[in-house]
């Protein structure tokens, strides 16, 4: 049986543009290659033949002509349409070997399978077998500068044959070894064309080397000089298994026909075998169907049928593990760089543990002072056309009390009071604390209570006695270890006896001590210390928190009656409910939050910057990479994704470290300041989805600019 032609180029040309000077590397170059056939080609430096195979291996595109694969013109594939018959169709040897310097032989050999959907498992095994091939299986796991010239070959070797490749094309295979070496790999490239029927091409430039093909191929000024047999190629057999059916729809050497989407029906059932060899009607995107493929209408990848789908998964880990090599390798531009990153999710995370903590303390304090209390106060009087405020207004008075009390709806009771502040003494003991003056009910309505002793009552209120209860604060200043019970102190040098000791209440939420107070009958602090009649202020007690509102509006209008304000006269007092001094305090430390999280966001941008130039250098760095990533059928998405999935591994190391950091930060800071935190799951998740959305934006430039990359220019690049 004739064999059928493999490769058939006409007219080529190939045409560099270098600026002013334009550059032509082919000629119009005619040349046909048979299936199973060893062809050489030969010629000297500048003469076309590396261009050509570039060409062959869809490393790069001619400038005119055709090129027919298995007698498809592929002129107008598209890039993903190209890789996907780079990592099919042909496995590419190149003369400087083009291995990854930080990957071992194992993993250099089994990058093709990460191109295509293969399991991880199944890639590896494969990879196996092929080093195994090649007589490499003890050095799997030794890297390219652990390897001998020829060993590196092999390992190259290796790789090309992963995907059982029709056609091999080999660029100068022994151009960098000694003569013992070179012969070896020339007798495994006739091994495999023997005993698997592949396609070899080879450029050398050793008329020794080139004598091994069958034929011959003379290069000269870009064109085909001549065409003689090789002198030394044997037999060059093509095993029966991969000549059956090999013309017809989709089978044999044919089977990229129909991968393409242009021919009749192949079977995919056994990608090694000739019958239906290639994934048969893989994707008939313009007749025929595959049995054991997919349909081919609008193919997979988008690419009209002319793609094979590639899973997720395996590439997903695999651009993982290339992430985390790559950061293990630059281990200290890497923690520099994610140091921006760590920065701003920590600062985040304690800026937010302190704001909730905050919240979460006003709200605990106020549940404390009582969650159904409403306060009325003295507000602005006006005198000479202005508005006046402070200590000396009397527009509140005991009778306004009395009055909320009795005719305001859901009060239950109220304790008008006066504040000031005096030297209080003890024995040789002195200290200056507030005083407050108010009725007996002023405990309840402020959920406060008395420690040692009782609180005074209304019998001490008629009769103006001078009793007092008093601060934690104030007990341990006057007293210490002392009974204060009985005893007598001097406020304003009127003597007081003590009664009580309050309870424990701690600070304020504005860091005031709320134990620093000594609390005496309403009338006593009137006349006694601070000799007046009206009142500074009114705790009302409602029935339940839910009739704050009703009781808050009530009050309002009452005292309007009752201090004769009416149309549109200002007010001259103030009623507040708990609930908005927690909406007050709240939004003060929610717009704290704000402002330390901006700042902290700009430090996440920065980090973000930071990621963006370590990627750009990292794709300059690692072209040569790229290059050969691409020559071995990644497409540009597959680079695009490798890319920015290092950009969000390095964005997501960097969140890791900053929330544990975060954490840390806020821990310390409760610890050193006695400041209430909140570390909330909500805030955790929030900073690892800013460190994700960082790592997505900024590295989404240095993965385009490597996805655009042409693998041929990649390749050249030092």
């Known amino acids: 049986m004739d064999r059928s032609p493999v490769i058939e180029v006409d007219g080529v040309t190939k045409v560099y543009d270098l600026g002013e000077q334009k550059v032509e590397a082919l000629k119009g170059v005619s040349l046909t290659i048979f299936q199973g ?114 060993q590196q070959q092999r390992v190259a070797i290796a790789r090309a044959l992963l995907n059982d490749p029709r056609i091999i094309l080999a660029d100068e295979p022994t151009g960098n070894l000694d003569t013992r070496t070179g012969a070896e790999i020339i007798d495994l490239f006739k091994t495999l064309n ?55 729809g989709g089978t044999g050497t044919e089977a990229v026909h ?37 349909d081919g209408n609008g193919g997979d990848n988008g690419n009209g049928g002319r793609g094979r789908r590639r899973g997720l998964g395996a590439g997903i880990r695999a651009n993982v593990r290339i992430a985390l090599r790559a950061i293990r390798v630059n281990k200290l531009r890497s923690a520099l760089t994610m140091l921006g990153v760590i920065i701003g999710v920590g600062a985040v995370i304690a800026m937010v543990a302190i704001g909730e903590g905050a919240k979460a303390r006003v709200a605990k304090q106020m549940e404390r002072l009582g969650s159904n209390r409403v306060s009325v106060y003295a507000g602005a009087v006006t005198r000479g056309g202005r508005r006046v405020r402070g200590a000396r207004i009397t527009t509140l008075t005991e009778a306004d009390a009395r009055a909320i009390l009795a005719e305001v709806p859901g009060v239950v009771r109220v304790a008008p009071h006066v504040r000031g502040s005096a030297q209080v003494v003890y024995g040789n003991k002195n200290w200056h604390p507030g005083f407050t003056g108010t009725t007996p009910e002023y405990l309840e309505i402020m959920n406060w209570g008395v420690e040692q002793g009782s609180n005074f009552t209304e ?56 134990d620093d107070v000594v609390i005496v009958p309403l009338r006593t602090a009137q006349r006694k210390l601070l000799g007046i009649r009206y009142v500074l202020g009114i705790e009302v007690s409602a029935e339940s928190k839910q009739a704050t509102s009703d009781v808050q509006d009530g009050i309002t209008a009452l005292l309007r009656v009752r201090h004769k304000i009416t149309g549109t006269k200002l007010d001259d007092f103030r009623v507040r409910n708990r609930t908005d001094i927690v909406e007050a305090a709240n939004e003060a430390a929610n717009t704290l939050g704000y402002l330390l999280a901006g700042i902290a966001g700009v430090a996440l941008i920065v ?71 909140v570390i909330s ?27 655009r990359l042409n693998p041929i220019e990649a390749l050249r690049y030092e």
């Not at 291995?99 to 196996?128: D, F, I, M, V």
């Not at 034929?215 to 002198?231: S, W």
């Open 681 to 707: 799951p909500g805030s955790i998740l929030l900073a690892f989805a800013f460190a994700a959305a960082i790592g997505v934006f900024f590295g989404f430039q240095p993965a385009n600019r490597a996805a």
């Open 258 to 294: 129909d991968a393409l989407g242009r021919g009749g029906a192949g079977d995919a059932s056994d990608i090694s075998d000739g019958d239906g060899a290639r994934d048969g009607g893989d994707c008939s995107g313009e007749g025929g169907n595959g049995n054991g493929g997919h």
């Open 37 to 150: 056939e060893i062809v050489a080609l030969m010629g000297p430096s500048g003469s076309g033949k590396s261009t050509l195979m570039n060409l062959l291996g869809f490393l790069d595109r001619p400038t005119a002509g055709h090129y027919r694969l298995n007698g498809e013109d592929v002129g107008d594939l598209s890039s993903d349409e190209m890789a996907w018959v780079r990592n099919h169709e042909i496995g590419f040897v190149f003369q400087n070997y083009n291995l990854l310097a930080r990957t071992t032989s194992l993993e250099n050999a089994e990058l093709p399978a990460l191109y295509n959907g293969t399991p991880s498992a199944a890639g590896r095994r494969k990879a196996r077998e092929m080093l195994a091939l090649v007589g490499l299986s003890e050095r799997e796991a030794h890297r390219p500068t652990q390897l001998s010239g020829g």
């Open 194 to 248: 023997r005993e698997k029927g592949i396609t070899i091409v080879f450029v050398t430039h050793d008329p020794e080397v080139a004598s091994h093909g069958q034929r011959i191929v003379h290069f000269k000024d870009g064109l085909v000089e001549r065409e003689e047999a090789g002198g030394r190629a044997g037999a060059g057999a093509v095993p029966a298994e991969s000549e059956a059916g090999a013309s017809d």
């Open 607 to 677: 980090g973000g910057i930071g990621i963006m130039n370590i990627m750009l250098v990292s794709v300059t760095e690692r072209t040569r990479e790229i290059g050969v990533r691409l020559a071995v059928g990644a497409r540009r998405r597959d680079i695009r994704r490798q890319f920015l999935t290092e950009a969000m591994v390095l964005s997501l190391l960097g969140g890791t470290v900053g929330i544990l950091a975060g954490a840390a930060a806020s821990l310390f800071l409760s610890y050193m300041g006695g400041w209430q935190i």
């Open 459 to 514: 019998d001490d209120m008629l009769l103006n006695r001078k009793v007092a209860l008093i601060g934690q604060t104030v007990a341990k200043e006057l007293f210490g270890d002392e009974y204060p019970l009985g005893q007598t102190i001097r406020l304003k040098h009127i003597p007081f006896e003590v009664l009580g000791v309050l309870k424990e209440r701690g600070t304020s939420s504005f860091g005031g001590d709320l």
